[in-house]
């Protein structure tokens, strides 16, 4: 049963991890504020009660426009198999494999890839801090969704953390992330990031 759109909606999509190691991530554009080049990101220590889920994505924290951001690497990987027909698309831009150098100012023996990206996400929640950052894998691509074009993955499994709902569309696998539980979860520590 495909998924009902009101309209077409132009949405992010951006891979994690390097091509066959899971679903892209997918948000509408309308719910990112910016992409940019991601520096590397400072330590932040969290409280022993931090949601480990939090504490497992959390990369650390970078600054934006005069203020600091958490940036969190969301694992995209499923427990379950990626199914036939919805593949994980190649990586562009010769980004997967390269580990952070120069470019990115980091540590050469880092996990983080040459070209990391912030995909930078408002918070609509008014208890927590009014944006985060999503790592990418490389530039995100851009990909237009039409009614009809949108299945709901209906197979057994377990989701990725922080994920709402996972999606076929163009023959490909798509996570979701769950905006208002990433919002919730960052809560708690907002204040560390003054």
Not at 13 to 31: I, S, V
Not at 39 to 59: E, G, I, V
Not at 102 to 127: F, N, Q, Y
Request: net charge negative.
């Amino acid at each position: 049963m495909s998924l009902r759109l009101p309209t077409p909606i132009l949405a992010l999509n951006w891979a994690t991890a390097a091509a066959g190691d899971g679903p892209r991530w997918l948000l509408p554009a309308a719910a990112v504020l910016e992409v940019t080049r991601c520096p590397t990101p400072a330590p932040l220590p969290l409280p022993l009660d931090t949601d480990p889920r939090l504490a497992q994505a959390l990369l650390g924290t970078f600054a934006w426009r005069g203020r600091r951001l958490p940036l969190l690497h969301l694992d995209a990987s499923l427990a379950g198999q990626v199914p036939a027909g919805a593949s994980a698309p190649a990586m562009t831009g010769g980004d997967a494999g390269v580990g952070v150098g120069d470019d990115a100012g980091g540590d050469a023996d880092s996990d983080l890839p040459l070209r990391l990206r912030a995909v930078i996400c408002p918070s609509l929640r008014e208890d927590a801090i009014d944006a985060f950052a999503l790592a990418a894998l490389g530039m995100p691509g851009l990909l237009t969704l039409r009614e009809g074009e949108v299945d709901p993955y209906a197979e057994t499994g377990m989701p990725p953390p922080f994920c709402t709902a996972l999606l076929r569309a163009h023959g490909e696998l798509f996570a979701v992330p769950d905006m208002d539980a990433l919002a919730a979860a960052l809560a708690p520590v907002s204040a560390l990031m003054a």
